[in-house]
């Protein structure tokens, strides 16, 4: 079995900025790829930025330029940078990952965490 565990959400003013953390732990596994996704009241869960195994990274239209995704090999860990964050950046945040596990292929899911901008 895989954990994911979040941390660094919270309450911002708008212009602001925000660290989230994600780390993974638990059964012997590989990483396809790590990913951040967010949801709001009413609204489907909206893919946020991706870091594949080999590092290449993608950030949806609406954060480009101001998140930036990264990731700590030997901590398991993928990180999100918010700067410049909008009020329309509120949302609850899930941490993503895509790996191997006994030769099969999964995916987890963080417990989210609450990112408030205030504007």
């Known amino acids: 079995q895989v954990q994911l565990v979040e941390s660094g959400g919270g309450l911002v003013q708008a212009g602001g900025s925000l660290r989230l953390s994600c780390a993974a732990s638990g059964s012997t596994f590989s990483i396809n790829a790590m990913g951040w996704y967010r949801q709001t009241p009413g609204k489907q869960r909206e893919l946020v930025a991706t870091i594949s195994g080999g590092g290449r990274t993608e950030h949806a239209d609406s954060v480009k330029g101001r998140f930036t995704i990264s990731r700590d090999n030997a901590k398991n860990t993928v990180y999100l940078q918010m700067n410049s964050l909008k009020s329309e950046d509120t949302a609850v945040y899930y941490c993503?990952?895509?790996?191997?596990?006994?030769?099969?292929?999964?995916?987890?899911w963080g417990q989210g965490t609450q990112v408030t901008v205030a504007s």
């Open positions: 993503n990952l895509k790996a191997t596990v006994a030769g099969y292929q999964r995916i987890y």
